[in-house]
Each structure stands twice: as structure tokens, then as C-alpha cells.
């Protein structure tokens, strides 16, 4: 069972860290732009 708990943990934290990085691409690119 614990098994199973860390695989959900480190899927949450995959797609948590895929969507922060995505995040972050979308921001530095609308800066790029402004300046």
C-alpha cells in the first residue's frame, strides 16, 4: 500500500513539475516579447 502511495506522489509531483515548467516557458516567453 505504501508502494502504491509514493507511485501517486510521484505522479502528482511529475505533472505538478511538467505544468510549473510550462508555466515558467509561457512567462519568460511573454517577456521576451515585451522587452
Do not use: P
Not at 16 to 25: I, K, N, R, S, T
Amino acid at each position: 500500500m505504501k508502494s502504491t502511495y509514493d507511485k501517486f506522489l510521484l505522479a502528482v509531483q511529475r505533472i505538478f513539475c511538467c505544468q510549473l515548467h510550462v508555466a515558467f516557458l509561457m512567462v519568460g516567453h511573454d517577456e521576451s516579447i515585451q522587452i
